[in-house]
């Protein structure tokens, strides 16, 4: 089932989606010892990470950190995810270098790099935090993507539609076994994927946000203006 949170503006979603993600967190611990997360890059998720590093009561030396997709570029490189949710996150708390996964797109041999990380995943993530771009795309699973028919691997070499295309992302499975999933997304740019996303007819391979519909979605007001009745809290 579908959690909706409309907010006016887009700093408005900061509180609520770190909130959400430190109590899933947090909850996945509880129950099972440990929390493992896959995380997904960009600047809408970037604040969000922040506020998270500051809240309490995670014991964070349980949680192991995934990626949901990368750029093939050098972790340092301003387009990394890995780049950004280590500047916002991973540096602020205390997670064992051990426990965070890094995919290496940036190698060669980037099909190689996939079924090697494909191999550390768990069964299930306890956490996915998604966005959802203009064209419908989540992770890196583009429309009509060779990526959204896979059943059997859970990380594939990927193409995007802008510089760098070459990409690493998990597949529909992983998306699907996941315990808890979130969408935080904004911008007017976003509101007929949005809609589509959620409310119109299944067809994920045309759009592929709609993968993670039964997710809680964290939204402005713009990214939420087609939607049939959007209910604005914050």
């Known amino acids: 089932m579908t959690l909706l949170t409309v907010v006016r503006e887009p700093g408005d979603l900061v509180e609520p989606a770190a909130d959400w993600l430190a109590a899933e967190i947090a909850a996945a611990i509880d129950a099972r010892g440990a929390c493992a997360v896959a995380l997904s890059g960009g600047r809408t998720p970037e604040p969000v990470y922040r506020a998270l590093a500051?809240?309490?009561g995670i014991g964070w030396e349980k949680v192991t950190v995934f990626f949901a997709d990368e750029r093939a570029v050098p972790p340092h490189h301003a387009e990394?995810?890995?780049?950004?949710?280590?500047?916002?996150?991973?540096?602020?708390?205390?997670?064992?270098?051990?426990?965070?996964?890094?995919?290496?797109a940036e190698r060669q041999d980037r099909d190689a790099a996939a079924r090697e990380y494909a191999q550390q995943l768990p069964p299930a993530l306890d956490l996915l935090v998604l966005g959802i771009g203009a064209?419908?795309?989540?992770?890196?699973?583009?429309?009509?993507?060779?990526?959204?028919d896979e059943r059997r691997r859970l990380v594939v070499p990927a193409v995007g539609t802008k510089t760098p295309v070459e990409r690493m992302t998990i597949t529909p499975p992983v998306i699907e076994a996941a315990r808890r999933v979130a969408v935080i997304a904004t911008g007017g740019d976003k509101a007929a994927a949005v809609a589509r996303a959620l409310e119109g007819p299944l067809a994920p391979r045309e759009l592929p946000g709609q993968l993670a519909r039964r997710g809680?979605?964290?939204?402005?007001?713009?990214?939420?203006?087609m939607l049939t009745a959007p209910r604005v809290g914050a």
Not at 135 to 148: E, I, K, Q, V
Not at 216 to 225: I, V
């Open 216 to 225: 809680a979605w964290f939204l402005d007001r713009a990214a939420a203006a």
């Open 80 to 104: 990394s995810n890995y780049r950004m949710v280590r500047a916002a996150l991973l540096s602020r708390v205390p997670i064992p270098e051990a426990g965070v996964h890094r995919m290496e």
């Open 135 to 148: 064209d419908g795309h989540t992770a890196s699973l583009f429309p009509r993507s060779p990526a959204l």
């Open 54 to 56: 500051s809240a309490e």
